[in-house]
Structures are given as C-alpha cells and as structure tokens.
C-alpha cells in the first residue's frame, strides 16, 4: 500500500524536474535574444523577468537606464508601467468586492454624488473595468499625455466626465478609457475609506512583499528610476523624458515597479493563490468581456486584464506605455509562468520580447520530456546570409533565427541520426531541410564553424571582427566579398 500510494510523487518529481529545466533553458536563451534586439533596434535598456510557479528564473537587465548619462541599467531599476496599472485597481476593486464594501453592478454615480446627472450616472463598475461604459478616453485635451501639461486631478477629472465623458452608450463599442480607470480609483477611496495609495499599499504590495513598486512617481526615489526616452529621431539620438505625477489618473496608469517585482504580482492571480482575491473574482477578471476586432486581429479582455491566446494557450496580462517606458507582462494562469519585458524607450519593443519570450517558453515545454540533445554549444553563428543561434530546449536543440520577432515560431529543430549524425529537421520546406549538419573542431574540440545549408557559418565574434578587416575573406576561407 506504501508503496503504489508514494507511486504518483515518484513519478510527478521527474516531470517536476524536467519542466523546470525546459523554462530555465528558454530564459537562457530569451536573455541572448532580449540582448541581441536591443543592440539591433538600439534600445537605451531592456529590463526582464521570467517566474515559474512563482520563483524567479531571469532577472535580466541590458543597456543604460539613461542615455545621457550612460549609467547602466539594473533589475532594481524602477520604471513606470503605465497601464498595467489598471490590473491592481481591478484587482483593489475586487478585494473590496470579495469584502462586501462594494458591488461590481454599483453605478458610478452611487460612489461618486458629482456625476449624478451626467450621462456616466448609470455606468457600472463593472462596465468601467470592462472598457464598456463608453467614456471617452483621456479627454479632448490630452496633450498631457506628451509633458504639455498635468495630469487631471480629482476636479479636473470630474469636469472632463461631466462635460464630455459619455462617447458611446454602454455596452455598445469597447473602448479603452484611462478617465473610466480614472473613476474606479475614486471609487476605491469613497468605498475603503482611505486614499488610492495608502488602500493599495496595504493590500495589494503589502501582502506580496513589493518593495520596488507603488501607485504614483515619488520624487524622493528619483535617481531609482529609469530616464524615459523618446523614439529615435532624424539623427538616430534619442532625448531623455522627465517623470511627472499622473495625479488622479494614478489608477490608470501611474505605477511603477521591476520585472521582477510585476512578474511576483501577476502569479498572484493564478486560481488557488488568494493572497490578493478569491477565485471567485479571478475568474471573472479573467473571462472575456469583450471581444477587440481590429484589422482582423482579435484580442479579448477581461476585467482590467487583457487576454491573449498564444499557440493554444490563454495568457493574462496587460501593456503599459507611459511617456519613455514601453512595458508587457503576461502570465499562463495554467502553467504557472510569468513573463515582464520593460523598456525605456516610447519605441520599445516590450510586448514583441515578452511574447515572443512565451513562445520560446511554451517550445521548451512541449520537448520538455526529449531526450535527444545535440552536440553542439549554445552559440551564434554567422554568415553572409544572416545569424543563427543554437538553443537546447528541454531535452532537443533548436537552431533560431534571432532576427525574427518571434524566434519560435521558425525554429528549426536539430536531429539526430541513427548514426549520430546531425542534420535539419525532416518536413516540408523551402530550405535546406533534411540536410546534414557538419561541425569543424579544433584539436581542443571547440567548434569553429558550422555548415548550415550547406554554407560555413562562423562563431558570431570571429564573424563580426573579420568583417571589419579590409578582406574578410582572409580570415572566412569560404566567404569572399
């Protein structure tokens, strides 16, 4: 009896094991990837995190956190992550629901008296975290939004809903508001009694034990945070952008955290973790409210959570982009994998590394159990024809192509023969598959090239330094230009 009762742990531990190492593989390679963009889109900084289960595999940091000054960039850099904002006032919303302090089919006007005759009186809360309530966005004068004014506070943000907030009717079009997250952080004071600040801290960071995060810019931690910068311009610089105070749009977009610190945050919101709210509210946070068609790409979105479907799988998560930092993060609620990418630049690419690094993730996996890895070293190789990294994902090696916005999603897996011999993957193809893979190897047994395609690539350093040299030819035998 023992023994068949302890059966199902013996088996789980290695499945366990060989999970973990699948995650830890693509993180490995997600920080060559995250490094290889930034120098290639010439992102100032790129700061990432990747937790499974809750326990944090990468805590990454590349580039400078300001481009003026040069200094480097840290994962205890702060950085403004804008609207994921909005998934902790969801979230404070629904803690004081699971207390009974307040209900989701509120109206607006029942918690805040000044917009009792306006034409917001009947929206809900719940069609105020659902993006259904048909309020304007940000308010004809939104060039705040680029340092050319200040953020509304409570008065402002009154006569904007009084005097223009109703765009839609309910319910009739989704539409992203920052001024209805504006009122659901009132909301969250009129019914807990205390300011948004003070009820967030206690209940959402507290809990967690968030110490790099909060509602609002503090100017005392000013040397904390990462510059903002702009796009780059005709001349291919950049210019630093100041912090400012969202004041009371701080429900929709004023926090600031780490990857690390937001990765901890949303694996919270995994069913079965109440730390924060019961899986009651979770699950309605999670469902999807409303269906987003724009150009034919669908996206759904929840509760103050956006939600996303990559190969099969549902992600939860939300984007934040304040003036200079460009944020993604996204969690697996099922497999337990959390994903931050923060940049500081208003072009940074965060949600393509945060989803692309899901995929690469989410492709380890699926060979977590594979036991069939090539001979070959994590290294990039280079060619005339472009750069080539080799990957072991879980238990099979992958050649990847860093250049494309989703790694993953051209991976080429390397196989083995019966003989031990290498050679590209066996399926339909344009290129070189089914074809051997052959290694040169110097006496000490260190790789000095790789026919890929039947074409020498070169270590991607020797590549790059003899590309430099009038003939590179000289030093690439079989590359002349």
């Known amino acids: 009896m023992t023994a068949t009762a302890s059966a199902p742990e013996d088996a789980a531990a290695p499945r366990a094991s060989a999970r973990r190492r699948a995650v830890e593989d693509a993180a490995r390679y997600a920080a060559r990837w995250f490094a290889f963009a930034g120098a290639q889109r010439q992102v100032p900084g790129i700061q990432a995190a990747i937790r499974l289960d809750g ?39 629904l803690q004081l629901a699971d207390r009974g302090d307040l209900r989701l089919d509120d109206t607006i006007a029942g918690w805040i008296p000044e917009l009792v005759d306006t034409e917001l009186a009947s929206v809900t809360l719940r069609e105020l975290l659902a993006h259904q309530g048909g309020v304007v966005r940000d308010g004809r004068d939104a060039d705040y939004w680029q340092r050319g004014g200040p953020f509304p506070d409570r008065a402002r943000l009154v ?76 001349d291919g610089e950049r210019r630093v952008i100041g912090h400012v105070d969202t004041r009371a749009l ?82 697996d609620p099922d497999e337990g994998v959390s994903v931050s990418v923060f940049t500081n630049a208003i072009d940074g690419p965060a949600d393509l590394l945060a989803t692309g690094a899901m995929a690469l993730i989410r492709l380890a996996l699926s ?78 047994g260190a790789v000095e090239s790789i026919s890929w395609s039947g074409m020498t690539m070169w270590p991607h350093a020797v590549f790059t330094e003899a590309m430099a040299l009038p003939d590179p030819g000289a030093v690439l035998e079989r590359m002349s230009l």
């Open 159 to 234: 006569e904007i809903c009084r005097a223009e907030g109703r765009v839609f009717a309910r319910n009739e079009f989704f539409k992203y508001s920052n001024i209805a997250y504006g009122l659901l952080g009132l909301v969250v004071e009129a019914a807990s009694g205390v300011d948004y600040d003070e009820f967030t801290r206690a209940h959402i960071c507290t809990p967690l034990g968030l110490e790099r995060s909060g509602s609002e810019w503090q100017a005392a931690r000013e040397a904390e945070y990462a510059a903002g910068h702009t796009a780059r311009l005709a």
């Open 367 to 444: 060979h977590a159990d594979d036991e069939e890895r090539a001979d070959l070293p994590e290294e990039r190789f280079a060619s005339l024809w472009g750069v080539l990294d080799i990957a072991h994902l879980g238990g099979a090696t992958f050649a990847l192509h860093p250049v494309a916005d989703d790694p993953a999603r051209g991976a080429e897996r390397v196989e083995i023969a019966a003989d031990g011999t290498l050679h590209q993957s066996r399926r339909d193809g344009f290129g070189a598959t089914g074809e051997p893979v052959e290694v040169a190897r110097a006496a000490d």
């Open 55 to 93: 326990e944090l595999v990468l805590d990454f940091a590349w580039g400078v956190a300001d481009a003026a000054t040069g200094a480097a960039l840290t994962g205890e850099h702060l950085f403004r992550i804008a609207s994921h904002s909005k998934t902790f006032t969801a979230t404070a919303v």
């Open 250 to 331: 701080a429900a929709a977009t004023g926090w600031f955290s780490t990857a690390a610190e937001t990765t901890a945050y949303l694996s919270a919101h995994r069913l079965g973790d109440e730390r924060l709210v019961s899986d009651d509210a979770k699950r309605q946070a999670q469902h999807p409210h409303s269906r987003i068609d724009i150009g034919g790409a669908l996206r759904d979105y929840g509760l103050g959570f956006e939600l996303h479907t990559l190969g099969g799988r549902r992600l939860v998560g939300h984007s934040g982009g304040y003036p200079g930092h460009i944020t993604r993060t996204w969690l």
